[in-house]
Structures are given as structure tokens and as C-alpha cells.
């Protein structure tokens, strides 16, 4: 029985140590070598003095050993915090002190940048480092509050030597404890740390492996962040059937075509401005001829997009997911129903609920728009250090069993959606980023889905503009297709405006098209809303 989040490294272990887990560049580990790394980064915590429930936070880039020190961890008994390499020093900083992180593992390169604010991390005691270890970093042990060791990742590892994979550190712990803090980005511009417990992990790979077919002859290419939920999702699901995860930094679109040729990768997930990218490129057929699925999340694929990944991958079955940090995924439609329904986020995925409802809790009907509320085992436990804006967004779901107030909480998540009669689900907007202009509340979504579908558009993003007479306006925010102008001087806005209004009524034309030649993106990928409307406020 699986109730610790190593867990999902020690089963493989046990039943085919010699069967290939992880490929970095042109290294690699088995399941019984990443079983002994495991171990030996979980002993070596433990002497650090990491008690049950100590954070460790790891910035890093992805590699063999990043992997090591998020399941060495969990061994060890304590709460990993995954920190995007994507973040600067203040963000860095941020994570590090709010969620009183113990151990930070980081490189040598960043920890010259970090080394100043870490001193501002009260409960910071040890700095491990990958690589020779900064001149003029402290050494000096951790006796005052404010000050930190410095050591060396092979001091405190070991050169590889095989270590104990259960070396927790006090009682063994149960499957509602603790495990990890993802910090997502909030509305007020500072992360905010969502707590997962070792069950809402365990389930979510269960679940996601179940519906995707995950075996132990799969080849995942893990192409996003392990910060964001479903980039750690690549690992978990994979780890959980036995397959094999090839590690990538991604740097250039390209980089996913030459992987997915060299390891034969047959499964990979994406978000949409990385699956535009992808899509751009050219595909020989020694790339796409194993993948046997691709998979969306982090928001709407565009349609334009998803036929061009159909034709590049003719034998690969598309997946279109939506999920959120605080309870991992919700939902994904079925392959078998892309035709029929593209524009459907799909059902619940198995071992979830999923309900629309009302402001007041009731249930909407069949065509009516609602807040998508999700229940079951992958709802986190709450915000780290929040507990305001945890009352806020997980809740009891009411009158679901006989009048009786479900004593579990529910994650309200801030999302408009609609259920079909057939009780397939399609996506609205965020309740925050819907757009309500003229009297008509409009999804961003489909402004910008408009928008791809003219062929003018690389990127798109609608933003609702504050207007005394409308309500708001929509102003669209684009960088240019290949060929359809390189800058502001060069696109041809009215084309695009002209197609708007040959597709939609007057009230979703924008009222302005701001041309950029890249659109800021968040570390996750996705596109950065908030920082979007500051540069258009500016």
C-alpha cells in the first residue's frame, strides 16, 4: 500500500530495480539506483538534524539530482517546496521565509545572488550546494537565528553510496501529513503556498495515470517546471506505472522535437504558449512517430493549435485537461469526444467530484453558468500561512447528503463553467478575469480563440479596460504571426480588427490592438495576466 509519497520510487524499486526511471542529458539512474539516492539524500538530511514536518526548499534546475533531493525529503519525513529556477532572489526569498524552509539545496551559481536575503530566512540553518561551494559563502555553523550553514551536496549526500530510503526522522508519518508547498502565483503578486498532503499526491498519480493509459513501456518527456503542479505531475504519474521520465530545461521548442527523437518519448504535456511554439516547429517523423498521447493544461488550446498537433502526430491522442494547484487536476475529456465537443474541458477525472454551483451552494442546472467546485482526495489542505484566504476558498460543500454539511472541504475555485446536458463541462473564465462590457459578461478565452483563428496571431490575450460608458472595453494584446509583420510598424491591426468583426457581434470586437514581439509569460508558462494589465495601465 502506497501512503507516502516516496513510495512511488521504492514499488518500482522493489519489482524491477533495473528498469530505467530517470535520463538527464546522457546520464541516467534505474528505479534501484534513484531507491538509493533517495536514501542516501534522506540519511544525510536526517543528520543535518531535519525533524518530521521541516520544509526543504530546492532551486534548482531539473537534473538527476533534483529529483533525488524532492523524494530524499519525503524519506526523511519532511515537506518538500519546489522553487521555479525560473525566480529571481526576492521571489526566491519570499518562498524560502514564508514557508520557514529548514534546508535549502541549491547550486553554487544561484546561491552567490541568494546570499544576502537568505540571512533575512529566520528559520534557514542549511544552504546545500551542487557544485563547488561560493567564495566568501558563511561557513560558520547555524548558531544565531539569523545565519545559515553552507555545505557541500556530496558532503552531505555521499558520493552516490546507497543510504536508508526509510530514514524518517522521528515516527513514521501517515498518508494526510504533510509532503510538499507549491507556490502558485496570487492576485496580489506574491506566491502563495498551496500545502499537499502525501495522499492528494499518491491519488492524483493514480488518477492521472489511470485515464492516460500510463504503463511501464511509456517514455514521458518532462518539459515544464516540477515547481507547477503538473510539471511534478510528470514524475508521479510516470513513478507510478514504473515508465521512464527524460528531464529537460526547456530553453528552445526545438529542443522537444530532438528529445522526443532520441528517447522515443511517448508521452508529453504541455500548456498552450509552449504548445504554439511546438506546434511551429517541424516534426520529422522519427520525433512523432512513438508518442502514443499529448495532453494540455494551464488553460484553452487553442483550436488552430490542436489541428496542427493532430496532424503532427496522427497516432498520438489528445488530451485536453484543466486542473488547478489546489486540487491538481479536475477534470479532461476523452479523446473520443475532441470532435464532437473542442471547446469541452471534459468530466471529472476518476476519484473526483466535480459540481457547478450557485453563490448560495445550490446546483445549477443543465446550461447554466456556475463556480466549478471539486471534492474528493486531491483537494489540498489549505493556503501556507493563509488562514483567511483558506476559509475563503476551501469549504464544505452543503445539502449534498440527506441535508447533511459534508464535513471534507471542497475547493471553490474561482472558475466559470457550464454543464451540458450530457454533463460535459466547458470552460467560461476565471470570475476575476471575465470581461463585462455593454451588459454581456465575455470569456477572454474565446476573444483570443478569435484571434488565433485569423492566422495573424502567434499569441493573444484579452484584457477588459475600465470604461465610464461600457463597463469595460477589450483591449487584445498580440505578437505577430511568422510573415504577418515582426512589429507594431508592420501588423496589419485593421486585418485582424476586420476579422473580428466578419466573426462576432460589435460588443466582442476589441477596442484597441496592442502589438508586442513577445508577450510576458509567468515562470509556470503561462501568460502573465496581472503583469499584462500593469504594462497597460502604465
Given amino acids: 500500500m502506497l501512503t507516502q509519497f ?73 515537506v518538500f517546496v519546489p522553487v521555479n529556477p525560473l525566480l529571481r532572489a526576492r521571489q526566491v526569498e519570499h518562498i524560502v521565509a514564508d514557508s520557514g524552509s529548514r534546508v535549502l539545496v541549491t547550486s553554487a551559481e544561484r546561491l552567490g545572488a541568494l546570499q544576502e536575503g537568505l540571512r533575512r530566512c529566520g ?43 526509510t530514514a524518517v526522522a522521528g515516527s513514521p508519518g501517515i498518508d494526510v501529513d504533510l509532503a510538499a508547498i507549491l507556490y502558485t502565483s496570487g492576485s496580489t503578486g506574491r506566491p502563495k503556498g498551496v500545502v499537499l498532503s502525501h495522499r492528494n499526491l499518491l491519488v492524483g498519480a493514480q488518477s492521472v495515470s489511470q485515464y492516460l493509459g500510463n504503463t511501464a513501456d511509456d517514455v514521458i518527456l518532462s518539459a515544464l517546471p516540477l515547481s507547477f503542479d503538473a510539471g511534478l505531475s510528470q514524475l508521479t504519474t510516470a513513478f507510478a506505472v514504473g515508465a521512464q521520465v527524460v528531464l529537460m530545461n526547456y530553453l528552445l521548442p526545438g529542443d522537444v522535437v530532438r528529445l522526443c527523437a532520441k528517447h522515443k518519448v511517448t508521452g508529453l504535456t504541455c500548456v498552450p504558449p509552449l504548445w504554439i511554439q511546438i506546434a511551429a516547429q517541424r516534426w520529422p517523423a ?134 451540458d446536458e450530457e454533463g460535459f463541462l466547458s470552460f467560461v473564465g476565471r470570475n476575476d478575469e471575465m470581461i463585462k462590457t455593454s451588459g454581456y459578461r465575455i470569456s477572454p478565452t474565446e476573444i483570443e480563440e478569435i484571434a488565433y483563428d485569423s492566422g495573424l496571431v502567434a499569441d493573444a490575450v484579452a484584457i477588459g479596460v475600465a470604461d465610464a460608458q461600457l463597463g469595460q472595453h477589450i483591449v487584445l494584446v498580440v505578437s505577430p504571426a511568422a510573415g504577418a509583420g ?24 476589441p477596442r484597441s490592438v496592442v502589438v508586442q514581439a513577445t508577450i510576458p509569460r509567468s515562470p509556470n508558462g503561462k501568460f502573465d495576466r496581472t503583469r499584462i494589465r500593469e504594462e497597460l495601465d502604465r
Avoid at 512511488?8 to 531507491?35: F, N, Q
Avoid at 546545500?128 to 561560493?134: N, Q, R, T, W, Y
Avoid at 515582426?486 to 470586437?509: I, Q
Fill in 6 to 78: 516516496h513510495d512511488l520510487v521504492l514499488r518500482p524499486a522493489a519489482e524491477a530495480p533495473e528498469r530505467p526511471a530517470l535520463i538527464y542529458k546522457d546520464s541516467g539512474w534505474t528505479y534501484g539506483e534513484l531507491r538509493d539516492r533517495t536514501g542516501a539524500v534522506a540519511a544525510g538530511l536526517v543528520r543535518l538534524g531535519l525533524r518530521r514536518g521541516d520544509r526543504v526548499a530546492v532551486y534548482l534546475d531539473k537534473s538527476l539530482e533534483t529529483v533525488a533531493a524532492l523524494f530524499g525529503t519525503s524519506a526523511a519525513g519532511g
Fill in 123 to 165: 528559520e534557514l540553518r542549511h544552504v546545500v550546494v551542487l557544485g563547488d561551494p561560493v567564495p566568501g559563502a558563511d561557513p560558520s555553523p547555524a548558531a544565531d537565528h539569523d545565519s545559515y550553514r553552507v555545505s557541500a551536496w556530496v558532503d552531505v549526500v555521499g558520493a552516490g553510496e546507497p543510504g536508508s530510503p
Fill in 286 to 419: 522519427e520525433a512523432s512517430a512513438h508518442l502514443r498521447y499529448f495532453a494540455n493544461t494551464g488553460g484553452r488550446m487553442p483550436k488552430t493549435t490542436l489541428d496542427q498537433l493532430r496532424s503532427i502526430f496522427p497516432g498520438a491522442a489528445p488530451y485536453l485537461m484543466y486542473g488547478l494547484t489546489e486540487a491538481f487536476r479536475s477534470t479532461y475529456l476523452d479523446p473520443a469526444e475532441i470532435d464532437r465537443r473542442p471547446g469541452s474541458i471534459g468530466k471529472a477525472i476518476p476519484n473526483a467530484e466535480i459540481l457547478v454551483l450557485r453563490p448560495d451552494g445550490t446546483e445549477c442546472d443543465p446550461g447554466e453558468e456556475g463556480e466549478l467546485v471539486h471534492r474528493g482526495a486531491l483537494v489540498a489542505l489549505g493556503y501556507w500561512n493563509d488562514a483567511e484566504r483558506t476559509a475563503a476558498r476551501f469549504r464544505p460543500v452543503p445539502d449534498r447528503v440527506g441535508g447533511l454539511t459534508l464535513p471534507e472541504p471542497a475547493v471553490w475555485s474561482g472558475d466559470v463553467v457550464v454543464r
Fill in 486 to 509: 515582426a512589429g507594431a510598424g508592420e501588423f496589419a491591426s485593421d486585418d485582424l480588427v476586420a476579422h473580428f468583426k466578419r466573426s462576432v457581434p460589435l460588443y466582442m470586437v
